[in-house]
């Protein structure tokens, strides 16, 4: 009885300590909370009751680079009291070197670090998608090092390295030759071990003696050995690491190739793009992992793979709050000084410095950039003209410089804004005609399927014009497919409603080849005109398709002078809601959905992946045929 509660006191105890550690990780690591709850979960039970624990418990972290995988799970080791039994492997396959050697094997590694065979420790393999072990044919790959990594994945028992073993005993039959034809006494011939061939025998035979003594041994001390072990059974044969938990970290880029945005990555939203890569799952990591790994090595990671989305707007905003804190008392600890950063700092810091497809490290570079140096020629600039210290000065930022406040005074100072310089469309003519075109895009699209564009910019820096960004659908009906037409011919068609024919200009190029290529794609593969077949140009004759695309040209081009008509309509019976948007593009350089609703006053849906009402329609079917039976 007493035993069994002495029990449940120490599993209680180490599940309050797993509750107390994920606390601790969510106050340093922001945006990941639900990862961190994912995470102590998998590892509750290793960490709980270790004694249970019959091999080794793989935890598999992938995502974008600095997304924080590896941080966490240094800190989470050092949490859990574990850092002085904690490997941190970088997986470089492909480097020179005999894969049995100490430091070019999982196994060495393991064996000159603090964790002990049989006993709970853990080991980070980061950087794991360098290890590929098949090319982009399915060739495999030569691997130098880490071989033994999937033996250790399997079930923690690594085998010794028999290939050395094999070589020393060759070297010792050579040595014995020679020694027989040459004079006795000549004691160069004397085999002798090397240094790292005695860790490494030390190592695999599990010897007891140390490393001098090992390298004195005379060849028939070695022989013996040899003999002995291989003589030995199973058991003493492996070592076993399988009470390890092993974290497998790396960036899968094959799981975002497809989540590319009509805009280059300083453009990008940080929200739009979080939300596209939280629908990552688990299919989605074996297909990547199936690109650069042999099928039986993807099963031994197991089914525990965590997916880190890109990081959301609101954890870059609380990451640049910590390090606008920081750089300001760290700075005015040294001045004297009392530092205030207003909101078009962290603004200007957030425009310039988030990267969403690239994580932290650029906006970590772009704060030191911007407050390391900006901070410290504030505090001359106020020292200078006489300031005290405990003396507040404030800071603002205006796109261009930041900007200090003291008593009245301001001063400027120049900082890299280079991405919000690139954005500012200074000139009105050009600001006008972007937002006419992306106004008529975004208000008939919003017409059409009922939801707000998820962005509209016309400030952008990685291109010269305006962009809309709609939400996905995992399946397209005809009408779909129509509306989308109509929404891609809107942008020519508010340019002509406002500015007329003449002023009509060309920037609808794209607009129109993607608009004919969906409607050729309706036509010719399917199956929404009037033929059935699939059309297509074939150079192969064995590709069983009809050739005779030119009777289709007709109906794409009466399609499309059909949807650019209704888009005119649309926007001419919407033309106050039409200005309204292009008003706030003017003034504001993009409309988020939130404002688009508030801007136009349309009663739209919430912006996410849809569907046209396919269960409805079915369940009215049902119905008319039961009428039918009836009559």
């Known amino acids: 009885m007493n035993d069994s509660l002495e029990l449940r006191e120490q599993l209680a105890q180490k599940n309050q300590q797993l509750q107390d550690i994920a606390a601790q990780l969510k106050s340093e690591l922001f945006g990941i909370d639900t990862l961190i709850d994912r995470i102590i979960d998998a590892v509750r039970a290793w960490y709980v009751l270790p004694g249970l624990v019959t091999r080794p418990v793989i935890v598999c972290l992938w995502g974008l680079t600095g997304t924080g995988k590896t941080q966490l799970v240094r800190r989470l080791a050092q949490l859990m009291g574990f850092y002085d039994r904690f490997v941190e492997v970088q997986m ?19 064996s000159q670090s603090g964790v002990r065979e049989g006993e709970p420790g853990i080991l980070a393999l980061d950087e794991f998608q360098r290890f590929r072990t098949i090319d982009v ?31 020393i005993e060759s070297s010792l039959a050579e040595a014995a030759f020679d020694a027989e034809r040459a004079d006795a006494a000549d ?12 860790q490494e025998l030390q190592r695999n035979l599990k010897l007891d003696e140390p490393l001098m003594e090992i390298m004195a041994w005379t060849p028939e001390q070695i022989r013996q050995r040899l003999q002995d072990f291989r003589e030995g059974g199973q058991q003493q044969w492996e070592t076993d690491y399988s009470r390890l938990l092993v974290f497998v970290c790396g960036n899968l880029d094959e799981m975002y190739e497809d989540l590319a945005t009509s805009v280059d990555d300083c453009d990008s939203d940080a929200d739009t793009f979080h939300a596209l890569t939280a629908r990552l799952s688990v299919i989605d990591v074996k297909q990547a992992l199936n690109k650069r790994f042999k099928p039986e090595q993807v099963a031994r990671l197991g089914n525990e793979h965590v997916i880190y989305p890109s990081l959301s707007r609101r954890a870059y905003e609380q990451l640049i709050e910590q390090g606008c804190e920081r750089y300001a008392r760290e700075i005015g600890e040294r001045c004297g000084l009392r530092f205030e950063l207003q909101v078009s700092v962290r603004e200007q810091i ?34 200078e003209r006489g300031a005290d210290a405990g003396d507040a000065v404030g800071m603002t930022a205006d796109g261009r410089s930041l900007v200090v406040h003291w008593r009245g005074q301001s001063h400027s100072i120049a900082a890299p804004f280079d991405i919000t310089r690139l954005r500012q469309r200074n000139n009105a003519d050009f600001r006008a005609l972007l937002a006419v075109h992306e106004a008529g895009h975004g208000l008939v699209h919003a ?17 010269e014009g305006g962009y ?49 290529e969906t409607v050729a794609r309706m036509l010719r593969h399917l199956g929404h005109g009037e033929r059935i077949g699939r059309s297509d140009v074939s150079a192969d004759s064995d590709d069983n398709v009809c050739t ?3 009777a289709s040209n007709a109906p794409i081009e009466a399609l499309l002078q059909d949807e650019h008509a209704r888009a005119s309509r649309l926007l001419l019976a919407h033309r106050e809601a ?20 508030a801007v136009t006053g349309l009663s739209l849906g919430r912006p996410e992946e849809a569907l046209d009402p396919y269960a409805q329609r079915l369940a009215e079917f049902r119905v008319e045929r039961c009428a039918l039976l009836r009559a």
């Not at 004397?190 to 005695?198: I, V």
């Not at 017409?447 to 291109?463: C, D, M, N, Y």
């Not at 929404?487 to 129109?512: K, Y």
């Open 92 to 110: 470089d396959g492909f480097s020179n070197g005999a894969g049995w050697r100490g430091a070019q094997s999982i196994s060495g590694m393991l």
């Open 137 to 167: 044919k399915r060739s495999e790959l030569r691997v130098e090092r880490y071989q033994d990594v999937w033996a250790l994945l399997s079930d923690g028992r690594l085998p010794p390295a028999l290939s050395l073993l094999a070589d």
């Open 187 to 198: 004691a160069k011939l004397r085999f002798k071990l090397r240094p790292w061939e005695a």
């Open 350 to 383: 957030y425009a310039n410095g988030v990267f969403p497809a690239q994580g932290t490290r650029p906006l970590f570079s772009s704060l030191h950039a911007i407050l390391g140096a900006g901070l410290a020629k504030a505090a001359l600039w106020a020292l």
């Open 447 to 463: 017409l059409l399927f009922g939801r707000a564009p998820t962005e509209i910019k016309i400030h952008v820096a990685s291109f």
């Open 468 to 516: 809309n960004a709609y939400t996905t659908r995992k399946v397209w009906s005809r009408q779909n497919l129509l509306d989308s037409v109509c929404t891609s011919l809107a942008g020519r068609a508010a340019e002509l409603l406002v500015f007329g024919a003449d002023m009509s200009s060309s920037g609808a190029e794209s607009d129109l080849r993607k608009a004919t």
């Open 548 to 550: 005779d695309v030119e």
């Open 578 to 597: 039409l200005l309204a948007l292009v008003d706030e593009l003017i003034a504001q350089g993009q409309v988020t959905p939130t404002r688009f609703v």
